[in-house]
């Protein structure tokens, strides 16, 4: 099995050269393994999962919006979505919401509990972009409190400052 290629179930899944086959059973350059990428070392690291309406739009707004690059996806028959995006290396997951298994997304929750900060060295002009994409601005682009960033929120109801600290 190949990387890219359906996995049991109806369910596609890659990773870059590896190919998640069910479990914790997986593919690697014609190799199977069991655990943990096969013994892989592991750090620390942590990566927000955003539960929205329309995983898969979601996930193409945040590619047009703030570049992103989808990393591994997992996408049943019936559309659903499970997506790791990383933008420079800063990743995140993007999920189709499911409120029945405790997974509710902005819209059915009526808001958000949660503000997404994305440090990059041009905030006007991936704030911009992120408007262009579809993104509403909440507070423009300015310098306050050691930072130069701005507020907005995407359309699937999550809230993202863009910015970076200013030099002291």
Not at 11 to 26: F, K, N, P, Q
Not at 27 to 50: D, T
Not at 115 to 125: G, N, S
Request: aromatic fraction near 8%.
């Amino acid at each position: 099995m190949a990387p890219g290629t359906r996995a049991g179930r109806g369910v596609r899944c890659y990773y870059g050269a590896v190919a998640l086959i069910g479990g914790d059973r997986w593919i690697e350059e014609g190799r199977v393994g069991i655990g943990a990428g096969g013994g892989r070392a592991v750090g620390y690291a942590l990566a927000p999962m955003l539960a929205v309406r329309g995983g898969a739009r979601a996930v193409a707004f945040y590619i047009a919006a703030f570049g992103a690059v989808e990393v591994y996806r997992i996408e049943d028959p019936n559309g659903a979505v499970v997506s790791r995006l990383s933008v420079r290396g800063a990743e995140f997951w993007v999920s189709d919401e499911s409120p029945e298994h405790g997974n509710p997304g902005p819209a059915s929750l009526g808001g958000t509990s949660a503000r997404l900060i994305l440090t990059v060295p041009d905030p006007d002009a991936l704030f911009a972009l992120a408007l262009a994409a579809g993104a509403r601005a909440i507070s423009p682009v300015g310098e306050e409190h050691g930072w130069r960033s701005g507020r907005l929120v995407d359309p699937f109801g999550h809230h993202w400052e863009i910015g970076h600290p200013l030099a002291s």
